[in-house]
């Protein structure tokens, strides 16, 4: 059974930087493809940033590029998306995802989730 707890988050003034963590636990996750995605209040849930298994490949949403970085770390089997930068239009719950296979995926492939954590940017 594949599990994903997330921490991190909190508020932080528009500028500043947050750093989120999912740490993934189940057979196989370490060979997982993995994502971020966010969801604004009122609004449907959005593709964020993913990594592939192996750390190599990488992708951003347009808004974020520049700004966002996601990596992993195989050890701790745990992939993390550094904040830098934030907007007011950043705030949203950050979600982490896990697609059950290898490479990225289309967006709305994603199987697993974490339980979601709470970012707030003030202007």
Same mark, same amino acid.
């Given at each position: 059974?594949?599990?994903?707890?997330?921490?991190? +988050?909190?508020?932080? *003034? !528009?500028? /500043?930087?947050? =750093?989120?963590?999912? %740490? @993934?636990?189940?057979?196989?996750?370490?060979?997982?493809?993995? +994502?971020?995605?966010? *969801? !604004?209040? /009122?609004?449907? =849930?959005?593709?964020? %940033? @993913?990594?592939?298994?192996?750390?190599?490949?990488?992708?951003?949403?347009?808004?974020?590029?520049?700004?966002?970085?996601?990596?992993?770390?195989? %050890?701790?089997?745990?992939?993390?998306?550094?904040?830098?930068?934030?907007?007011?239009?950043?705030?949203?719950?950050?979600?982490?995802?896990?697609?059950?296979?290898?490479?990225?995926?289309?967006?709305?492939?994603?199987?697993?989730?974490?339980?979601?954590?709470?970012?707030?940017?003030?202007?």
């Amino acid at each position: 059974q594949v599990q994903l707890v997330q921490s991190g +988050g909190g508020s932080v *003034q !528009a500028g /500043g930087s947050l =750093r989120l963590s999912c %740490a @993934a636990s189940g057979r196989d996750t370490n060979t997982y493809a993995m +994502g971020w995605f966010r *969801q !604004a209040p /009122g609004k449907e =849930r959005e593709f964020v %940033a @993913a990594i592939n298994w192996s750390g190599e490949r990488t992708d951003y949403i347009g808004s974020v590029k520049g700004r966002f970085t996601i990596s992993r770390e195989g %050890a701790r089997n745990t992939v993390y998306l550094q904040m830098n930068s934030l907007k007011p239009d950043d705030t949203a719950v950050y979600y982490c995802g896990s697609s059950g296979v290898s490479y990225i995926p289309a967006r709305d492939s994603y199987l697993y989730w974490g339980q979601g954590t709470q970012v707030t940017v003030s202007s």
